[in-house]
């Protein structure tokens, strides 16, 4: 069972950015696909971005802020977040995905973004 650690999340103000990581105990190499997900506080978990080795895809409302980029290598795949607001406050999770979108694994602990003046 691999299991994922995200960091990089913390307190920062409207217009600010941060950098999520997230580190998978085992190989991502041959996983089709990698995503960030998030949950605020009394809602679902959603999808924010994912990226495959061809193409990487955002949700809407983070189009042109978030830049995801993996790096097999390191068993790495990380989130940057641009231009912040506060309705980005969420915990930040990541998980892999089959073709089919079948998720790999459990949800690690993720990490807390919060976003307030």
């Known amino acids: 069972q691999v299991h994922l650690v995200e960091s990089g999340g913390g307190l920062v103000q409207p217009g600010g950015s941060l950098r999520l990581s997230c580190i998978a105990s085992g190989s991502i190499a041959s996983i089709y696909g990698m995503g960030w997900y998030r949950q605020a506080p009394g809602k679902k978990r959603e999808l924010v971005a994912t990226i495959t080795n061809s193409s990487t895809n955002y949700q809407d409302v983070v189009k042109a802020r978030a830049a995801i980029s993996r790096e097999n290598a390191k068993n790495t795949v990380y989130l940057q977040m641009n231009s912040l607001k506060p309705e980005d406050t969420a915990v930040y999770y990541c998980?892999?995905?089959?073709?089919?979108?079948?998720?790999?694994w459990g949800w690690g602990q993720g990490t807390h973004v919060t976003v307030s003046p």
């Open positions: 998980n892999g995905y089959a073709r089919t979108g079948v998720l790999y």
